[in-house]
């Protein structure tokens, strides 16, 4: 069993940064492929980035060229920086152990003025 737990949410201006951190419990955090996800009012979850075991991302569309995922080995860590905001980034972001379908419990990101 894989825990996850998120951190670095909050309310930022539009064009402001933010940098999400999710830990992952356990020793199989090296064998996994990790994820973030965001879930805005009234929406579908949907898959935000992805980093594997070997460190090659994907992004949605919406996020190339603002957003980045990177994972910390030695402290069992995932980030995701979060650049150029815009109000349609305010969702609850979600931190997810692909290989072990563990979910964090989510943390709101709000994007205003």
């Known amino acids: 069993q894989v825990q996850v737990v998120e951190s670095g949410g909050g309310w930022v201006q539009p064009g402001g940064s933010l940098r999400l951190s999710c830990v992952a419990s356990g020793s199989v955090f090296s064998r996994t492929a990790m994820e973030w996800y965001r879930q805005a009012p009234g929406k579908e979850r949907e898959l935000v980035a992805h980093?594997?075991?070997?460190?090659?991302?994907y992004y949605v569309d919406s996020v190339k060229g603002r957003f980045a995922i990177s994972r910390d080995y030695a402290k069992n860590t995932v980030y995701l920086q979060m650049n150029s905001l815009k109000p349609e980034d305010t969702a609850v972001y979600y931190c997810h152990a692909a290989g072990y379908g563990s979910w964090g419990q989510g943390i709101a990101v709000t994007v205003s003025s």
């Open positions: 980093i594997r075991s070997g460190g090659s991302t």
